[in-house]
């Protein structure tokens, strides 16, 4: 069990790491400030995106710093999901880094869906312009007229009728729907009642702009309306598509998510721990060059030890997270299953934690636009809802625990 990065994937971190200094982080407060100009204005169906990403984008890909989270040697650069571990953690600095390199979410799930379950067809259509970074995609999972918690409720209905599939129901927190860009939905529903639980759901492509499917509204997260990528809620009503658009089959969406989820949640939390780690930076300049009482901040009120209960808790949380890359690197997502579970619950938890301590040593400009601290704080609290709350990700662990031990008691 070796954690180091190897010499390819830190030949690219280095690469990574001096592109976000040239490059990202000196235009972070302008692109942020862009960004509320276009967007936090009027509907959300006039959102757009900064000029100044077009240009980074274009640069990003010129360095050869594109696709980077797709194993694959020639559509990405063939890391494995512990190389690329660490490039993720740089990509998590800043929240609109992902979308520079083509490695956002939920693009980055759905491509891995195409690349690994897709047919030839579905591929060329879909996922050539994804890994072009032509268009974006959304994920179409969460109901709101169910616990979604428990994706075996999902009601929302896939039906046969000859050549095609007719779809309909309702699902929300669909992110990225708002973007500009987004173009095509990954949309899971009921297909085989008649199945056990876990093969009664199939996932199908869906044109957003096919008959019938109506964005109702964008929601706000934390009371803000993430633009330009959005968490909208959609109608389906009748939306008819070609059978073609099924993805492996009819049953065959619980299958595909579990290898979706996997690598994806190694990705969302090393991005969650570059969150943090840019909240304890953050947060021990303010405290050093602040005073209050005759005294630098970072002296006070017992914050020399939160900013040792944050080192230790962020590097914890990145061992935890490299095991489970590596463990689905050498076993696969099956064998990975109390590790990807448990990062869900820890490395959100953690990055709540640090960035909180980073907005009370800021005080006021903690909260303000002026820092990304309050913005951590309200990712964080929602991916403990994001990829299922912590309760569920926490008794899968406790079954799988207990599991241990009744095959030792036969």
């Known amino acids: 069990m070796d954690f180091q990065p190897s010499a390819k994937s830190q030949a690219y971190l280095t690469k990574l790491t001096s592109f976000m200094q040239e490059h990202v982080f000196p235009l972070e407060k302008d692109i942020i400030a862009e960004n509320h100009r276009l967007n ?45 571990a660490p490039l993720a953690e740089e990509m998590g600095k800043i929240h609109f880094a992902p979308e520079i390199f083509n490695c956002n979410a939920p693009d980055t799930g759905n491509m891995e869906v195409l690349y690994h379950f897709g047919n030839e067809q579905q591929k060329k259509t879909w996922l050539t312009p994804l ?42 927190w669909t992110t990225g729907i708002g973007h500009p860009d987004a173009k095509v939905a990954i949309f899971m529903g009921l297909s085989n009642p008649e199945n056990e639980k876990h ?115 962020i590097d914890q949380a990145r061992l935890l997270t490299l095991n489970a890359a590596w463990k689905i690197d050498t076993v696969g997502v ?24 980073a907005i009370q040593m800021h005080g006021g400009a903690g909260v303000s636009g002026d820092f990304p601290l309050a913005g ?8 403990r809802l994001a990829d299922g709350p912590d309760e569920v990700h926490m008794g899968m662990v406790s079954r799988l625990e207990l599991a241990k031990y009744q095959q030792d008691k036969r």
């Open 199 to 313: 093969a009664r759901h199939a996932m199908v492509l869906v044109p957003l702009d096919s008959n019938g499917l109506e964005v109702k509204r964008m929601l706000t997260a934390s009371q803000d309306y993430d633009a330009p990528y959005g968490h909208g809620e959609m109608q389906l009503t009748n939306v008819r598509v070609p059978k073609a658009n099924i993805i492996m089959g009819m049953g065959k969406g619980f299958a595909i998510a579990q290898g979706r989820l996997g690598p994806g949640r190694i990705h969302h939390c090393m991005r969650a721990i570059g969150a943090a780690e840019r909240c304890l930076e953050l947060m021990i300049k303010r405290g050093s060059k602040r005073e209050a009482f005759g005294k630098p901040i970072i002296k006070l009120g017992g914050n020399l030890e939160r900013i040792a209960k944050a080192r230790m808790a």
């Open 40 to 84: 936090y204005h009027g509907d959300w169906r006039s959102w757009k995106v900064p000029n100044q990403i077009a240009s980074l984008k274009q640069k990003a890909r010129d360095a050869g710093l594109w696709n980077l989270f797709l194993p694959d040697d020639e559509l990405g650069h063939g890391l494995s999901c512990l190389e690329y």
């Open 334 to 357: 099956k064998q990975a299953m109390t590790e990807i579970s448990a990062i869900k619950v820890v490395v959100p938890n953690v990055l709540q934690d640090v960035s909180d301590m």
């Open 131 to 172: 890994l072009a970074g032509e268009i974006r995609s959304v994920f179409a999972m969460t109901e709101p007229d169910v616990a979604s918690s428990d994706a075996t409720n999902m009601q929302a209905s896939i039906e046969e009728d000859g050549d095609e599939l007719v779809l309909n129901g309702t699902k929300w």
């Open 376 to 383: 951590f704080n309200a990712a964080a609290r929602v991916l």
